[in-house]
């Protein structure tokens, strides 16, 4: 039996986190380098990747890209290999939410929040698979939404990717789990990002959605670690398909 340590260990794995640069990705980032994976962080923003490099103790390496440009994929892919190898571990943090109402929605801002929410975790996930089945071995983890399951105002577009995201993952874990490719997706509540900005913005807001939650308060960064580790490690080995709500029970209520 592995010990308690060894089956959250991460350690020699080469992870790829997208939307690094600030906000969940860029914690999820610095969580796996930080328990030991060789990560390369990929985001557009090359300033706030490279500060993100520097304060991050570990093997790390960044690429700053557009991942919503599909010509570019596989320049992209060539990019995401080069400083450690094809990765075993992908993390796609990388999101838009236009906050654009049913009444308003236009055609860019739908076309911009399906090529980055749905799209490119599918079409990169593809891209790297055939080395993850080469070795037998790896974790793919989306990131769906209270908006998976609820709608909120102001949210169609973005709640549409995220429902899709919930049945990708769902579809992913069936198409590849056999090859020992495990895909999982986390489901954030509320947390202090710059999607969430207009949220934290008013505290009255903050605090409704603070009580919503079975704990009483919404999330902090670091809540998010434990479960990335437990879905990016051995000790998920026998967990696929799966939406891990990560939300302190707000879909509870």
């Keep these: 039996m592995n010990s308690a340590s060894s089956i959250f260990d991460v350690a020699g ?17 610095t969580a796996l380098a930080q328990a030991g994976a060789s990560v390369v962080g990929v985001a557009r923003r090359a300033a ?22 599909r010509a570019g994929l596989p320049d992209i892919v060539d990019q995401i ?22 009444d308003k929605v236009t055609l860019e801002g739908w076309d911009i929040t399906l090529a980055l929410n ?55 874990a069936e198409a590849w789990s056999s090859s020992g490719i495990n895909t999982n997706a986390i489901g954030p509540g509320f947390f202090p990002t710059e999607l969430t900005a207009a949220v934290f913005g008013d505290d009255e807001r903050a605090a409704r959605n603070a009580a919503q939650t079975c704990i009483g308060r919404n999330g902090r960064l670091e809540d998010i670690d434990g479960p ?25 209520k």
């Design 228 to 252: 990335l580790l437990f879905l990016c490690s051995p000790a998920s080995d026998y967990v696929t398909g799966q939406i891990l709500m990560v939300d302190g029970g707000f879909t509870a």
């Design 13 to 29: 794995r080469v992870a790829c986190v997208t939307g690094a640069s600030s906000g969940l990705g860029r914690r999820a980032a």
């Design 48 to 69: 706030d990747l490279e500060d993100w490099q520097n304060e991050t103790t570990g093997s790390t390496a960044c690429v700053s890209a557009d991942l919503s440009d």
């Design 118 to 172: 749905l799209s490119v975790p599918f079409f990169l996930s593809q891209a790297l698979v055939p080395a993850m089945k080469e070795k037998g071995w790896g974790r793919i983890v989306n990131f769906a939404s209270l908006q998976t399951t609820r709608a909120f105002p102001g949210g169609i577009a973005y709640g549409a990717t995220k429902g899709g995201v919930g049945q990708m993952t769902r579809a992913m």
């Design 81 to 102: 290999t080069a400083p450690f190898g094809s990765p075993n571990i992908l993390v796609h943090a990388a999101g838009i939410n236009t906050r654009e109402a049913a």
